[in-house]
């Protein structure tokens, strides 16, 4: 049976318990939560002992994996020679809970975030990144750019290289870039000190983790090179995704509650302490930006993947009364955002896919500059 928590140095022998506080702490913690995707997690775990820059952990936890291979895991890091923290948890945490699990495993300065299916984009990856860190100690964030495994495509949602700086209105503009969880890295004395399951069911806690650290004042560095890959390919397995779920038929609109509903909020409460007299006006900002985006982004793909009548029901659930709830607003914003709700629901469910398809590259070019008008400093 696995043991439910193993943690082990380079040349050390397996121990239940975290290493002593003396011990000098690696300069990365890469933090993965797994959940049955083993054979895409063993090729990641490849290319991150591919390294040249040795000095890092790797710390994972299992949402109580059903493939009947969690063993494989362990073996392959006992195996390997890495410095590792393994933990199967006792319950299925889903996704929130069990990031922020691979987070508490972690002793290093920095918390590499990395996803089960996605690699580091070359051995000098780590190496690359220490640098930069190095040379700017108050760096809470960073944020790279990525490429997809296959084909190599760049997704840029950062733009320029540099420190972008720091609080609230930097946390306020730059949350989306923090929608993917792959090469995010946090400081990790911050992380621990955010740690909530507030947001648990959000599969956001990356965005609200960075979003905190960036509001309280620790610096935002964004990196316009792509040093992860996104969905790693392994042949004859594929992973589970929204894409591929079986079409629901029924021929009634019913609200269907996206996590999205709950972005908004989330972001909102990860500023709030910092936020002082502009909360009212940034909060607007936030809630804008989650309607003016990832909103009519996500109606679109429901109807490609589903159906009109579900993409309804999804915006049915992410109606005001859902969106706004909790937060306060004065009349006139609220109204505001009522209104830009009813404009981009007409617009999601309107617009031709093929209309959108064609936009699209244009669109998320957009979508990545507006807001984002601060001028990063050079590295």
């Given at each position: 049976m696995t043991p439910e928590i193993v943690r082990v140095r380079v040349g050390g022998e397996p121990d239940r318990t975290r290493i002593v506080a003396t011990d000098r702490p690696p300069f990365f913690s890469i933090c993965i939560p797994q959940y049955n995707r083993t054979s895409f997690l063993k090729e990641a775990l490849r290319t991150i002992k591919a390294q040249n820059f040795p000095d890092f952990e790797v710390c994972i936890a299992d949402d109580r994996s059903t493939d009947g291979r969690s063993h494989e895991i362990v073996e392959y890091l006992q195996e390997s020679g890495l410095s590792f923290a393994y933990k199967q948890n006792s319950e299925n945490l889903r996704y929130d809970g069990n990031l922020r699990t691979a987070i508490g495993?972690?002793?290093?300065?920095?918390?590499?975030?990395?996803?089960?299916?996605?690699?580091?984009?070359?051995?000098?990856?780590?190496?690359?990144?220490?640098?930069?860190?190095?040379?700017?100690?108050?760096?809470?964030?960073?944020?790279?750019?990525?490429?997809?495994?296959?084909?190599?495509?760049?997704?840029?949602?950062?733009?320029?290289?540099?420190?972008?700086?720091?609080g609230v209105e930097v946390a306020t503009s730059r949350f989306r870039n923090l929608s993917f969880v792959s090469g995010l890295i946090l400081r990790n004395d911050r992380a621990q000190a955010h740690a909530t399951d507030k947001w648990d069911g959000s599969e956001m806690y990356q965005m609200y983790l960075g979003s905190r650290i960036i509001a309280e004042g620790y610096e935002l560095l964004e990196l316009d090179e792509a040093l992860v890959l996104k969905d790693i390919i392994?042949?004859?397995?594929?992973?589970?995704?929204?894409f591929n779920s079986p079409r629901v038929s029924s021929p009634a609109i019913i609200e269907r509650r996206l996590p999205l509903v709950q972005l908004g909020r989330l972001v909102e409460d990860a500023i709030r302490p910092h936020a002082g007299r502009r909360g009212p006006v940034l909060a607007v900002k936030i809630f804008l930006q989650i309607l003016m985006f990832p909103y009519p982004f996500w109606i679109m793909e429901y109807r490609r993947v589903q159906s009109w009548r579900f993409a309804a029901g999804v915006c049915l659930g992410m109606r005001p009364r859902n969106l706004l709830a909790n937060v306060r607003f004065k009349p006139l914003h609220r109204a505001f955002i009522c209104g830009v709700y009813l404009f981009f629901t007409c617009v999601g469910l309107l617009t031709p896919i093929v209309a959108f398809d064609y936009c699209r590259p244009r669109l998320y070019a957009i979508s990545k500059s507006l807001f984002q008008r601060a001028t990063p400093s050079c590295v």
């Open positions: 495993l972690a002793s290093g300065v920095y918390c590499l975030l990395m996803g089960n299916d996605d690699a580091l984009a070359g051995p000098n990856v780590l190496a690359r990144l220490r640098e930069l860190l190095v040379q700017h100690p108050k760096v809470g964030l960073l944020v790279p750019n990525f490429a997809d495994f296959g084909g190599g495509r760049v997704t840029r949602r950062v733009r320029h290289t540099g420190v972008v700086g720091q392994v042949p004859g397995e594929s992973v589970d995704s929204y």
